[in-house]
């Protein structure tokens, strides 16, 4: 028989691999529900790109609008001629991604208020009354709200958007100077994909909210 001191570890142990396990588990199905949620604004992102690839002619060699992984998309397109092109395809998801999340928010906004589910009031938050609604359209205003805030978070060029177009910029400057009126777009692009790892991209598709309350005359703040 063992030791009652070992016994005693042993058993420390293995409840210690039980609660790491369990923790494990639950950050894996964590990550999961986060990827699934964040999984329009990929797509729309990724879609940005390819079709800007499209209407610009640039042959496109591999497209994925989402899987699990890292990165979550991405579209894999033959080195453009011109530097404007890699400049389009470059900023392509903010525009698209800021007008379909807009829109989306837009419609949000414009039925939880025609319903009655949100109402402003003088305080610092308005007031919320699920039930002035019915359940479908209290669905499908939840639908509106994901898919608007989704979208409007990958909005911010990404990483390996901003190291791209740099990289277009350091090796075409010197043939076309013009490139240089370029630089401080350039610039912007790589400040705001960093500013990602502060959660401005967050921050910006809540700006949208707002501002898609201001626009229906229901102002939230």
């Known amino acids: ?34 990827q699934l949620a964040a999984a329009p604004g990929v797509v729309v992102h990724e879609f940005a ?13 591999e497209v994925v609008y989402f899987r699990f992984g890292e990165p ?25 991604n800021t007008v379909v999340a807009f ?33 479908e359209l209290l669905v499908g205003a939840v ?12 909005a911010f060029p990404s990483t390996g958007d901003a ?8 090796t075409r400057w010197r043939r076309s100077p013009l490139v240089l009126l370029g630089i401080p777009f350039v610039l912007v692009v790589y400040v705001v994909s960093l500013l990602s790892w502060l959660w401005a991209d967050v921050l910006y598709a809540i700006g949208l909210l707002l501002l898609a309350f201001a626009v229906v005359g229901s102002p939230l703040v």
Not at 107 to 128: K, M, Q, R, Y
């Open 103 to 135: 829109g989306a928010l837009l419609a949000f906004a414009d039925l939880v208020t025609t319903t009655g589910i949100v109402t402003p009031s003088n305080g610092v938050f308005p007031a919320v009354d699920p039930g002035a609604a019915s359940r």
């Open 1 to 34: 028989m063992l030791p009652e001191p070992l016994l005693s570890a042993l058993l420390l142990v293995f409840i210690t691999a039980i609660i790491a396990a369990a923790i494990a588990g639950l950050g894996t199905v964590l990550w999961i529900v986060l």
């Open 49 to 61: 790109h390819a079709i800007a690839c499209r209407l610009i002619g640039v042959r496109i060699h």
């Open 72 to 96: 979550a998309g991405y579209v894999r397109h033959e080195q453009p001629e011109r530097y404007h092109n890699a400049f389009v395809i470059g900023v392509a998801p903010f525009l698209v």
């Open 143 to 154: 639908a509106l709200a994901w898919l608007g805030l989704a979208i409007g978070v990958h």
């Open 163 to 170: 190291n791209a177009l740099w990289a277009q910029t350091r």
